[in-house]
Nanobody
Framework: QVQLVESGGGLVQPGGSLRLSCAASGFTLDYYAIGWFRQAPGKEREGISY????????YYAASVKGRFTMSRDNAKNTVYLQMNSLKPEDTAVYYC???????????????WGQGTQVTVSS
C-alpha cells in the first residue's frame, strides 16, 4: 500500500523553527519526484519546494527561499522540510507528495500525505 505520512507540525512563535518529516511506505521515494505543498485557510494549495532528480537540484518558491530547506534520506525513505524564521503567513497545512514530474504544480503528483498543521503565532 502506497502511503506518505507527514509529521512534525505544531505551534511555533514567529521567528521559530520546525522540521517536518515525510515517511514513505509501499514505494521507494528515490524513484519519484518529491514535493512539499501547503494550504492556508481559504487559499489554494501551493507548491513550496520540490526535488528534481534530472538535475539533482532542489527548487523553492520565492516565499520560502532562504528560510526553508528540503532534504531527503534515501536509506530511511524519508524527506524533510526544515523551516526557519517562520512567519505568521507560513501558517497552513503542509503536505508532501510524490509523482512522476518534478514541478510546483500539484496536479503532477500522484500520492499525497494527510498533511500536518503548522501554526505560527505569538
Amino acid at each position: 500500500q502506497v502511503q506518505l505520512v507527514e509529521s512534525g507540525g505544531g505551534l511555533v512563535q514567529p521567528g521559530g523553527s520546525l522540521r517536518l518529516s515525510c515517511a514513505a511506505s509501499g514505494f521507494t521515494l528515490d524513484y519519484y519526484a518529491i514535493g512539499w505543498f501547503r494550504q492556508a485557510p481559504g487559499k489554494e494549495r501551493e507548491g513550496i519546494s520540490y526535488f528534481s532528480s534530472s538535475d539533482d537540484r532542489i527548487y523553492y518558491a520565492a516565499s520560502v527561499k532562504g528560510r526553508f530547506t528540503m532534504s531527503r534520506d534515501n536509506a530511511k525513505n524519508t524527506v524533510y522540510l526544515q523551516m526557519n524564521s517562520l512567519k505568521p503567513e507560513d501558517t497552513a497545512v503542509y503536505y508532501c507528495a510524490a509523482g512522476r514530474l518534478a514541478t510546483m504544480r500539484k496536479t503532477a503528483y500522484d500520492y499525497w500525505g494527510q498533511g500536518t498543521q503548522v501554526t505560527v503565532s505569538s
